[in-house]
């Protein structure tokens, strides 16, 4: 079980957006498009009264593309925010990264915040005080958790609507159905 904090920081569980919480509506740039994923809320619920940090990390390169703003990004991730308070359920941080590293103008860049890079989670957590090696990612893809590996965290993948390749799982990762089975396994093991 989490703990708020120690003095090596707090656990976190670091969650992808599209596809691991919400409808991948692929580019999402409207905020009434925003599909919660089943068992979303009742997920994140039991998480936070477990003591956890809630991070959302998410790529979005439909900014380098040009298929939205960041603006509209920001639109989205408030109206995603208000879904979830609506139901006492409070973020700890969304970071995103805008980039992509072979298309786009201003934001063509080959970054380290992009996963399966580790920039994104490195700053939550900085600006958070989390501890990555006590923390959890849990994506629908594999890049999604790669970057947690680097510190020791543990690691699960979501099957939402599309297969997980079982023989391609990074060491010590986990695959699950829905993410209310993730939080299962977080919540009795780690």
Not at 66 to 91: C, K, W
Not at 93 to 101: E, K, L, R, W
Not at 180 to 186: H, L, N, Q
Request: net charge neutral; aromatic share 6%.
């Amino acid at each position: 079980m989490a703990t708020d904090s120690t003095e090596e920081g707090k656990s976190a569980v670091f969650l992808d957006r599209d596809g691991t919480l919400i409808e991948d509506a692929h580019y999402l740039s409207d905020p009434e498009q925003i599909r919660l994923l089943p068992g979303v809320i009742r997920a994140l619920r039991r998480l936070g009264m477990a003591g956890y940090s809630l991070v959302v990390i998410s790529n979005q390169s439909g900014i380098a593309r040009g298929l939205f703003t960041r603006e509209q990004l920001d639109a989205v991730n408030r109206r995603f925010s208000e879904l979830l308070e609506n139901e006492s359920i409070s973020l700890n941080g969304i970071y995103c990264c805008p980039h992509h590293p072979r298309e786009g103008g201003k934001d063509r860049v080959d970054c380290n915040c992009r996963k399966p890079r580790s920039g994104l989670f490195e700053q939550a957590a900085k600006e958070l005080s989390i501890d990555l090696g006590r923390s959890i990612a849990i994506g629908d893809r594999v890049r999604d958790i790669l970057p947690l590996t680097l510190f020791a965290g543990r690691t699960g993948l979501v099957e939402t609507g599309k297969p997980i390749d079982l023989k391609n799982l990074p060491p010590g990762c986990l695959a699950f159905k829905t993410l209310e089975r993730a939080v299962d396994w977080i919540l009795t093991t780690v």
